[in-house]
């Protein structure tokens, strides 16, 4: 299970490098334009996707107040992806410096609904990663609407073939 979700955290991050580094040389108003999905905009996409990465680290280091970052962002598009990048390969990190059973610990978090939950740190990984494969998706669909055709692959197996971590 280690090489495996170490693989997908290597994934996550390059993906990520691919397909954001694209939209960072988009001019903003592309970045902002709203085009329809989950998320309007890959501005507000990408919001929430650097949320999600943030809210998912805080519960797993037992912060009991977790803080979205979006509540008090006031930045660029190029600033989230900076952020979020930054939060990938601190997730690829950890992955990469755990044992086997630290991946297997169960730990107890509480959704923003005050629900609580026990479940096994991989879950939470696999869900991470699942993740971040959807909203890609969606940055990619978004991209299209917006007439662009020159949209970098960020395919597993693409990843896999150059074996990059």
Known sequence: MKEMLTQLSAYHLWANQQLLHAILL??????QAEVGGSFPSLHLTL???WDAESIWWQR?????????????????????????LALNKQWHEWVAAQHEHGLEHVFLYQNSKKEKFKQPIYQMLLHLFNHGTYHRGQLVSQMRQLGLNKIPQTDFIVWSRKKIY
Do not use: K
Not at 26 to 31: E, H, R, V, Y
Not at 62 to 84: M, W, Y
């Open 26 to 31: 988009l001019p903003s108003d592309q970045q």
């Open 47 to 49: 919001l929430h996707m």
């Open 60 to 84: 797993m280091r037992l912060q009991e107040r977790v803080a979205f970052p979006s509540q008090n962002f006031d930045g660029t598009t190029a600033d989230i992806i900076t952020q979020l």
